[in-house]
């Protein structure tokens, strides 16, 4: 079974730092879908990464902004904490 991650980054992200969010997946041998500026849709066959490890990850490329990481529809990243908030209590949050 293969590990399914959807990233999707701030707008405010230079091409610079998407191309190395970019570079950052190319080193493992995972599949990449990025058509669009901002969205990263990876397929990890090898289950190679975690979505905390993403995030911590990609925190250290891209140190300001947002940037969502979700995985089997729970969700993780860094942003304001009002924003983060919501996420918290209403995506992650178990019906």
């Not at 969205?39 to 289950?47: C, F, Q, R």
Request: charged share 25%; with cysteine; aromatic share 12%.
């Amino acid at each position: 079974m293969s590990n399914k991650f959807i990233i999707i980054a701030d707008e405010m992200f230079s091409a610079k730092t998407k191309d190395a969010i970019t570079e950052y997946f190319e080193k493992y041998d995972v599949g990449i879908w990025h058509w669009v500026s901002n969205v990263w849709l990876i397929v990890d066959k090898g289950n190679a990464l975690s979505r905390l490890q993403i995030r911590d990850d990609l925190r250290k490329i891209a140190s300001a902004g947002t940037l969502l990481v979700m995985e089997d529809g729970i969700c993780t990243g860094f942003a304001p904490s009002e924003a983060g908030e919501w996420i918290k209590d209403n995506w992650n949050k178990q019906s």
